[in-house]
């Protein structure tokens, strides 16, 4: 099922994303990437949400969190960065527009995937969290293909928010 779901992310970046402008893009991907990678490893032991194989194909091919999470990355991150990013509108208000579609397009996937059980929450969070985070993230994402350090300063609190909000304990970082 998961594979099912990033050949579909696949299909539809090809169809609809903007390669032509990859190179302006790139460093968005990698801090998209970069974001994932750093929030797996800093709650490596206290995940907030994990994801599992349940079809006998995703099973057969021993696909796990880690492995799961690392194909989310490389193909729905790389897709999303080059539908959202390289279909950005120009105006403000066509912007916020493009940030509540797609933060329904998150909400369809993740909410299908929760529903037919590959992932799962943890720790307090649920799907409105999913909802709030997504938002800000897609409104990141803009600011980081434009101004890169002030996504990057930007970041830095959330996730301080996040920790303390979400009560994580320091014995879970190695």
């Known amino acids: 099922m ?34 994932d990678l750093l929030s797996q490893f800093l709650l490596y032991d206290y995940s907030m949400w994990k994801f599992q194989a349940i079809s006998e194909l995703d099973q057969s091919l021993k696909l796990n969190h880690t492995l799961i999470s690392l194909l989310k990355m ?16 120009s105006s403000l208000l066509k912007k916020v527009i493009w940030v509540g579609i797609w933060t329904g397009i998150f909400a ?44 990057w300063i930007i970041s830095f609190p959330i996730v301080l928010f996040l920790w303390f909000y979400f009560d994580v304990p320091y014995s879970v970082m190695k």
């Not at 980081?144 to 002030?150: D, F, G, T």
């Open 74 to 89: 490389i193909v729905q991150y790389t897709v999303t960065v080059a539908i959202f990013i390289g279909r950005l509108p």
């Open 2 to 35: 998961i594979l099912t779901l990033l050949f579909i992310y696949i299909f539809i970046g090809w169809k609809f994303g903007n390669w032509k402008e990859f190179h302006s893009y790139y460093s968005t991907i990698l801090f998209f990437i970069i974001g």
């Open 108 to 151: 369809i996937t993740e909410g299908f995937t929760h529903f037919i059980g590959i992932m799962t929450y943890h720790h307090g969070w649920h799907f409105g969290w999913d909802l709030i985070f997504n938002v800000m993230m897609l409104s990141v994402l803009i600011i980081h293909h434009k101004r890169p350090i002030v996504a």
